[in-house]
């Protein structure tokens, strides 16, 4: 089955900076995935969440504030790993501590973190070779 139909393989970014988003797609496709990049101003509320089982959020972004945000994706369901990317990381993992599928990565981090993250949840399938 080809990665573009696989939602482990597939993640929707949503961040406010542009070059960030540019890197985050470099970074996702060099780990093997599929990035899509989606304008907050679109609303959040209408990401297709059945493409992909990986959101990368920009903590900023999921209103009214990260928990309420991840407990309405939580309730549609979508039980996805949700990566939240912030300045101030210690916040975040405090409030997520106890969280499953919720991963926390401070800026500034490099792209090696960022797959990690993800591939500690939806590790690669076998090869068949």
């Known amino acids: 089955m080809p990665a573009a139909s696989i939602p482990e393989a597939s993640a929707i970014v949503v961040v406010r900076d542009p070059v960030l988003a540019a890197s985050l797609e470099l970074a996702l496709v060099a780990g093997g995935l599929n990035a899509f990049l989606f304008d907050a101003g679109q609303g959040l509320d209408r990401l297709p969440m059945s493409i992909?089982?990986?959101l990368i959020i920009?903590?900023?972004l999921a209103k009214p504030d990260p928990a309420t945000f991840?407990?309405?994706l939580r309730a549609r369901p979508w039980d996805g790993l949700i990566v939240l990317?912030?300045?101030d990381s210690e916040?975040?993992?405090e409030a997520f501590r106890r969280s499953e599928r919720i991963a926390v990565l401070e800026m500034p981090f490099i792209s090696a973190d960022?797959?990690?993250v993800i591939?500690?949840?939806w590790p690669p399938a076998p090869s068949t070779s």
């Open 114 to 116: 960022l797959i990690a």
């Open 85 to 87: 990317i912030t300045d």
């Open 58 to 60: 920009d903590d900023r």
């Open 119 to 121: 591939r500690a949840v």
């Open 70 to 72: 991840a407990a309405g």
């Open 91 to 93: 916040v975040m993992e």
């Open 52 to 54: 992909a089982m990986t």
